[in-house]
Nanobody, 113 residues
Framework: QVQLVESGGGLVEAGGSLRLSCVVP????????MTWFRRFHDRPREFVAS???????NYADSVKDRFTIARDIPNNAVYLQMDNLTEEDTAIYYC???????WGRGTQVTVSS
């Protein structure tokens, strides 16, 4: 079964930036809404951002104006640019699509004060 592969996480100081990447099969990136979710410890995954085929973007209120989702079709990748990070952004980040696929391993983002 297809799983998407996330990368780009790491340790960053508060106020810093990271760009997450997700490798997406061509048939999916061209036809589906792409999404990013995150999970804090044992809590359920929460929505972070989505990007529709037509270009409409939606963001969780907590990340609006700080995060940007983008689609790179030639490179079969979806990105999440994260700026002005805070400790509350510390989580495992996952990409997926709609209809969704099996969840991948995610990529850990840790923001230190």
């Amino acid at each position: 079964q297809v799983q998407l592969v996330e990368s780009g996480g790491g340790l960053v100081e508060a106020g810093g930036s990271l760009r997450l990447s997700c490798v997406v099969p061509e048939t999916i990136i061209r036809t589906r809404t792409m999404t990013w979710f995150r999970r804090f410890h044992d809590r359920p995954r929460e929505f972070v951002a989505s990007l529709q085929i037509g270009g409409t973007r939606n963001y969780a209120d907590s990340v609006k104006d700080r995060f940007t989702i983008a689609r790179d079709i030639p490179n079969n990748a979806v990105y999440l640019q994260m700026d002005n990070l805070t400790e509350e952004d510390t989580a495992i980040y996952y990409c997926n699509c709609i209809p969704d696929l099996s969840w991948g391993r995610g990529t850990q983002v840790t923001v230190s004060s």
